[in-house]
């Protein structure tokens, strides 16, 4: 909570700046009278676009990330963030078999080397697995080249034990700066946030996590899951094992065809 409160800081401080420009103009000018109105719009805009930018992840301004596939394509594409984390991540495996649907698993490198068998099997399933940080760090706060190799550790860790380097890259949170997408690419990663979350990680009980889900999917959804807690060792992602039996079998009858992330993009792309 404490960097979501210093990003904040940092964002007022840069309008504070730039709003104290525009008053100092104003101020010494024949319109000076409106001057500390001008003053505290320009404060209140500029911290809140760079708020939308740094917290929103869809949103353009630090560049643009594929966030949802095409209306109309009855496709729909499960993820799971912050795994591996077992028994959770082999659970959820053991669902999506049986169900014969692929998914994307956006992971984090540090739980990757805690549990390498589980990369391993979700590699060895055909699901898709993307990079998800070496540590969750949260990356607004960071340089360019911090991020890049943040991405590239996270990613030759992932080849290591897989044999592939991953395509996708997911923020922590979804939260970007303005070198975040610029970095990525250079790892050799594309950048992805989500359409849909429903608060998972809070644990808010299987029936809750079914009903979010259900209500808020529609067509060309990404839908954002996690089988981990960040880089907690004992994150107890048991609810979302409960629920995702429902889910699948609800989003089938209404006839949606479950897709990896970068099989959306492909189709979004033709
Ligand atoms: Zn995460």
New binding site residues.
């Given amino acids: 909570m404490w960097k979501t409160v210093a990003v904040i800081t940092i964002c007022s401080l840069f309008a504070a700046l730039a709003a104290a420009g525009l008053y100092t103009l104003l101020g010494s000018g024949p319109g000076g009278s409106g001057a500390p109105v001008c003053f505290l719009v320009v404060l209140l805009l500029c911290e809140s676009v760079l708020l939308v930018a740094v917290l929103e992840r869809r949103a353009p301004i630090f560049g643009k990330i594929f966030h949802r596939g095409p209306a109309g394509s009855g496709m729909v594409a499960l993820t799971f963030?912050?795994g591996p984390n077992e028994p959770y991540t082999s659970q959820l495996l053991g669902i999506l078999e049986r169900s014969g649907i692929k998914a994307t698993f956006?992971v984090?490198g540090m739980n990757c080397e805690r549990f390498p068998d589980a990369l391993k099997k979700i590699a060895a399933a055909g699901h898709e697995i993307g990079n998800?940080?070496f540590d969750?760090e949260v990356l607004p706060l960071k340089r360019s080249p911090e991020i890049e190799m943040q991405i590239r550790n996270t990613s030759a860790v992932i080849e290591k034990i897989t044999g592939e380097w991953p395509a996708l890259f997911?923020a922590?949170?979804g939260w970007r700066n303005p070198w975040t997408n610029g970095a990525v690419r250079r790892a050799g990663c594309k950048p992805v946030a989500w359409t849909l979350g429903v608060w998972d990680?809070d644990r808010p009980g299987a029936q809750v996590i079914i009903a979010r889900t259900l209500k808020g999917v529609r067509d060309g959804c990404i839908l954002l899951l996690?089988d981990?807690?960040?880089i907690e060792t004992q994150a107890d992602s048991s609810q979302v094992v409960q629920a995702l039996p429902a889910i699948i079998e609800d989003l089938k009858h209404r006839g949606f065809r479950f897709v990896t992330v970068s099989e959306m993009m492909e189709h979004s792309a033709g």
Avoid: N
């Fill in positions: 963030d912050d956006f984090i998800h940080t969750h997911r922590p949170h990680t996690h981990g807690r960040g």
